[in-house]
Nanobody, 121 residues
Framework: QVQLVESGGGLVQPGGSLRLSCAAS????????MGWYRRAPGKQRELVAA???????NSAEFAKGRFTISRDNAKNTVSLHMNSLKPEDTAVYYC???????????????WGQGTQVTVSS
C-alpha cells in the first residue's frame, strides 16, 4: 500500500508565503513524476507544478516566478514553496506521484488527501 501525506496548508495574507510538503510511503519501488495540483471552488483541478526524478520541472503560467517545486528522492518527498500569494491562489492543493510499487510492473498515479490554502486578509 502506498500513501501520500501532505502538510503545510493554512491561512495566509495576500503577499505572504507558504510551504507545502508531501511524503510518499509504503511499498515503493520507484517514483517517477511528483507534482502538485489544485482545485479552486467551482473550478476544475489544474496542474500547479511537477518535477521528475532527474529534477526537471514544469510549472503552470500562474506559478512561474512565484512557486518553486523541489523534491528529495532519498526521502520520497516533494515540496512546493509559494511566494507572493494572491487571493486567487485559494484552493485545495493535492500532491500527486507516479509510483511503481513493489510487486507491480507498471506505475500508477497516487493522490494525497489535499490541503487547504486560503489567501485572505
Amino acid at each position: 500500500q502506498v500513501q501520500l501525506v501532505e502538510s503545510g496548508g493554512g491561512l495566509v495574507q495576500p503577499g505572504g508565503s507558504l510551504r507545502l510538503s508531501c511524503a510518499a510511503s509504503g511499498r515503493i519501488l520507484s517514483i517517477n513524476l511528483m507534482g502538485w495540483y489544485r482545485r479552486a471552488p467551482g473550478k476544475q483541478r489544474e496542474l500547479v507544478a511537477a518535477i521528475t526524478s532527474a529534477g526537471r520541472t514544469n510549472s503552470a503560467e500562474f506559478a512561474k516566478g512565484r512557486f518553486t517545486i523541489s523534491r528529495d528522492n532519498a526521502k520520497n518527498t516533494v515540496s512546493l514553496h509559494m511566494n507572493s500569494l494572491k487571493p486567487e491562489d485559494t484552493a485545495v492543493y493535492y500532491c500527486n506521484a507516479r509510483i511503481t510499487d513493489r510487486g507491480s510492473y507498471y506505475p500508477s498515479d497516487y493522490w494525497g488527501q489535499g490541503t487547504q490554502v486560503t489567501v485572505s486578509s
